[in-house]
């Protein structure tokens, strides 16, 4: 062994010759030696050295070499300290050995004996070396063991052969939704708790087949009421000589995984409609079925029940879909301007035809006109409707040349025909050429089902759109939104999921960012009581700061009329933006 790595040790003795045998002896024998004369040398050596072996008096002076002890273990050190003393009395020998020396001599020391007692100490001192290396690998691999169990999402539980929790991380209290470090110790089935007691087989089977067994997705109600899926793997936990210690549980919470599944499967087949009831499936079927032929299609629905997605739908699955479709909103022009608009004029066919133009008909020709709000439609137009839909060919105004056209059809109206045509305010003849195939839309009030998936489909619209972190509902919104009757469909519900986009400054959507009208409309008392004037011109003018004060929009967001919107800014004087806002 190199003198650098010979075994240190530290003797402290007063008596001269004592230091120098002892010194002789052991450096002979191989060991690197420090002599003290005093109590407060010799501490001070070890302090420096961390000497592996230590001999000292236990009469130094007016000092005692127990101290010696109390220094060892102050600095940690585990080094054995052999007690050298002159009176060989068992009282102050066994009290040092009791104080923690490792030994203790009596003078005169005989060389055989130093260096046995020596070797046996340094023997003691790498054993206990030994140890607190591996201890301190044992500690380091446990904490790194611990860092891996916290960082992982998933719930991880260890239990032992009687199912009681041997160990658990964080995530397993969030998952099973139990208090912090309220796992530990406890039996699994004694908890009560609905994760763990849906992981309770899983775990049996383990502990029995001493396999790994994988659940792919459980269902089953948490803590709170609300529903949860998760994914179990249980692992046995085996000693090196295959003996059961227990089984380690892995659970994933997979409930927002599953519901994205299911937005994905269940929701629709396009890329538009959003929903996954039987009533939205069946219109999903007929829009199907309609895609290989050139049939004229009537939808009908209350209004904002996505009569127009239908169309353009209809209009994608179609072999139209390479060509144009044109969407004329029939209400929103004159009787005379719907015909130039539709059929086209040549130049000169009334005041301000200044040239000829093609009409809606023709721009779509080989693909589909949407007709919407055809029930708005005057009689005479309705006569010439009837007869490009008989003959497939109209007349431009001003002009006797027929035109042919290969255009497919498709109207929407929100109102009943078959009570227009009763009333004879809408043709039959017209009414039948129309409705080869109808699609009833379905109103959302009768498809409330599909309202969290509307809403997950609107959050995601709106987050990009203003930027903002909004990610749920409130249960609370979400029962109202379900209690709703939705008067405007699809449309007021996107309006309402808008306007508390602008209002909400937090991750969840609560009652207070909902448009009053809906909130007077679900607890009309409350809401009275609770809506203080204040808070109702800081909304509207929330609100009409986001819209640059565009009063249609902002009527919109808010959920209400035009006049109910103009009487609210007369009443809180809000007529004109402030100078500084604009
Ligand atoms: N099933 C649906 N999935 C996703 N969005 C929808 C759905 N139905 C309607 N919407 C949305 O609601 C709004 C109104 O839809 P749309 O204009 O198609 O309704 P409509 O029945 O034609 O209304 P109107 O009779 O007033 O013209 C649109 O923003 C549309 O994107």
């Not at 230091?19 to 690197?32: E, H, I």
């Not at 010696?68 to 007690?83: D, N």
């Not at 008989?390 to 078959?418: M, Y």
Request: hydrophobic residues 40%; glycine residues 4%; aromatic residues 6%.
């Amino acid at each position: 062994m190199s003198v650098k790595n010979a075994p240190r040790v530290v003797v402290i003795d007063d008596e001269e010759s004592i230091r120098y045998s002892f010194k002789t002896f052991l450096v002979n024998d191989g060991y690197q030696v420090d002599c003290a004369e005093t109590l407060s040398v010799g501490l001070e050596l070890i302090h420096r050295r961390f000497p592996d072996i230590i001999f000292t008096d236990i009469l130094l002076g007016d000092d005692n070499g127990l101290k010696v002890l109390e220094k060892v273990r102050e600095l940690q050190l585990y080094t054995p300290v052999i007690m050298i003393t002159g009176q060989p009395s068992i009282d102050t020998a066994s009290e040092a050995v009791r104080l923690g020396a490792y030994d203790y001599m009596v003078k005169p020391i005989i060389k055989d004996t130093l260096l046995r007692v020596a070797r046996s100490a340094l023997k003691n001192k790498q054993l206990i070396d030994e140890r607190e290396k591996l201890t301190a690998e044992k500690d380091r691999y446990r904490n790194h063991l611990d860092a891996v169990f916290a960082s992982v999402n998933d719930a991880i539980i260890t239990v032992d052969n009687s199912r009681r929790i041997i160990a658990s991380n964080h995530a397993a209290n969030t998952i099973c939704q139990v208090e912090e470090n309220a796992l530990r110790g406890c039996k699994i089935d004694a908890l009560n708790n609905p994760c763990l007691m849906s992981c309770l087989g899983t775990i049996d089977a383990t502990l029995e087949k001493r396999e790994a067994m994988h659940v792919d997705k459980k269902e089953f109600i948490a803590s709170n009421g609300t529903p949860m899926v998760i994914s179990i793997t249980c692992s046995p936990l085996l000693s090196s000589h295959g003996k059961s210690l227990g089984a380690a549980l892995v659970v994933k919470d997979m409930t927002r995984l599953d519901f994205l599944e299911t937005l994905v499967k269940e929701s629709s087949p396009f890329t538009r409609l959003i929903g996954h009831s039987l009533k939205m499936h069946k219109v999903y079927d007929l829009i199907r079925a309609l895609a290989d032929t050139d049939a004229t299609v009537l939808i009908t629905g209350e209004t904002g029940t996505g009569k127009n997605l239908v169309a353009r739908e209809i209009h994608e699955l179609s072999r139209r879909c390479q060509h144009t479709m044109v969407t004329v909103r029939c209400s929103s022009l004159s009787e005379n301007l719907l015909e130039s608009e539709l059929f086209g004029h040549v130049k000169g066919a009334f005041t301000g035809a200044m040239k000829d133009k093609i009409g809606r008909f023709q721009l779509c020709d080989k693909g589909s006109i949407f007709l919407d709000e055809i029930g708005e439609i005057s009689p005479v137009m309705q006569l010439k409707l009837l007869s490009v839909l008989q003959d497939r060919e109209f007349e431009r105004v001003g002009d006797t040349t027929p035109i042919r056209v290969d255009t497919r059809i498709i109207a929407a109206t929100n109102k009943n025909l078959k009570d227009e045509v009763k009333k004879k305010d809408f043709r039959e003849d017209l009414y039948y050429r129309l409705n080869v195939v109808e699609i009833k839309m379905p109103p959302l009030r009768e498809r409330h089902g599909d309202i969290p998936l509307l809403v997950n489909h609107f959050i995601t619209k709106f987050q990009q759109r203003y930027n903002k972190p909004i990610t749920a509902l409130s249960n609370e919104v979400m029962q109202n939104f379900t209690a709703y009757q939705w008067p405007g469909n699809v449309r007021e519900l996107e309006h309402a999921v808008e306007h508390a986009f602008v209002l909400c400054r937090t991750e969840t959507i609560e009652m207070e960012h909902i448009p009053c009208e809906i909130k007077d409309a679900l607890m009309p008392d409350l809401h009275r009581r609770t809506v203080s004037p204040s808070m109702e011109k800081e909304e509207l003018l929330s609100v009409l700061k986001k819209t640059g004060w565009n009063k249609a929009k902002t009527a919109r967001l808010l959920g209400v009329s035009r006049p109910t919107l103009y009487r609210k800014l007369e009443k809180y004087q809000l007529e004109d933006p402030p100078q500084d806002t604009v």
